[in-house]
Structures are given as C-alpha cells and as structure tokens.
C-alpha cells in the first residue's frame, strides 16, 4: 500500500510541473536582485503546537535556531503540493551540505484526512528532511490564522471536497520570523538564490 502510493506521488509530482496554481495568494517576497535580505514581518507567524509524522508534538521553538521553508497543503492535493515537495526536494539537492542549515517543514491545512502516519507517507516520496506537520482542526486553524495563511474547504459535486489554500513557501529567519516567500512555479536558479540568502542571515 505504502509503496503504491509513494509510486502515485512521486507520478505525481513529475508531472505537476505543467499545472497551473489554484488558490495562489500573493504575499511579500524578496526581490531576484536582491542582495540583503528585508526586515521581519511581525505579524506574520507566532507559536503553535502540531505533532509531526510520528505522533511527536513539535512548537515554534523546535525551529528556532536554523532559518526555514514552511509550506502550508494537504496530502490529497493534484498539482501544487507534489509539485512544490519536488521543488523543494530539487532546492535541497542543489544546496548539498547546505541543505542540513535549514528547516524543512509541510503544515497540513486538512486534518480531517491528514493524520500523523498519512503525512510521513505522503512526505517519504520526497525528502527525509522534509518534516510533516499537522494537528486538531483548532490547532490547524490557530496556525492557518497566525502565519496568514489562505485556506478554505471547497465541496465537489461528488461529495468529496479539496481545499484552496496559499500557494507559496515561507521563508523564515532563525528567530521564526517571516522574511518573504518562493512563489509557486518560481525558476529553480532564483529560489535556490534566495534559499542562499536567507542562509547567510543564518
């Protein structure tokens, strides 16, 4: 079971390249160009309290002290989550040594279907450093509210239902602070840069 659905995903994710990103918000993002990194965005961000894909809770402050990439999803997505998980594989393959200097974090935006053992599944299609979250319904929502996050359940006509949510991948300093955003479908060698930067504030 779990070996057909890395197989689905990791399809997935190959092919999702090609889609075009639903539910896009467009958040500050530093600019391609740019050679220091802007200041914290204060009220984006805060504490929280998820458990990871063992069942283990995991708090802002388990971040602190590295930079991090957080994206917001869900398991059951088409297109922009295997897409961006590939993105962000490619990112940490790119960076080497690197990579080690930083969070790698997918905060599930559906905890009715994400549980803990359903997010490690769906991550081991990726990367080991990749570290899923997810929680209650109320702590998924308190997290969805401090980081400003977009995300909202949509019913389809055959009783299923997906969820719109943010398209982007936060970046934050080693404080946990919100410093911009990679943007869905943003060129691998411009990502890479501004992963480079935040690094170096590292």
Known sequence: MKTSRIIRYTAWAAVAALAFAVAAVSLISWRSDSTIPMAPVANIGGPFTLVNGEGKTVTQEDLKGKPSLMFFGFTYCPDVCPTTLFEMQGWIEELGAEADKLNYVFVSVDPERDTPEVMSDYVSAFDSRITPLTGTPEQIAEVVKSYRVYA????????????????????????????????YGEPHNAAVEKIRKLIEQG
């Open 152 to 183: 909202r359940r949509v019913e389809l006509d055959d009783g299923d239902y997906t969820m719109d949510h943010t398209a982007g991948v936060y970046m934050m300093n080693p404080a946990q602070e919100f410093l911009g955003t990679i943007s």
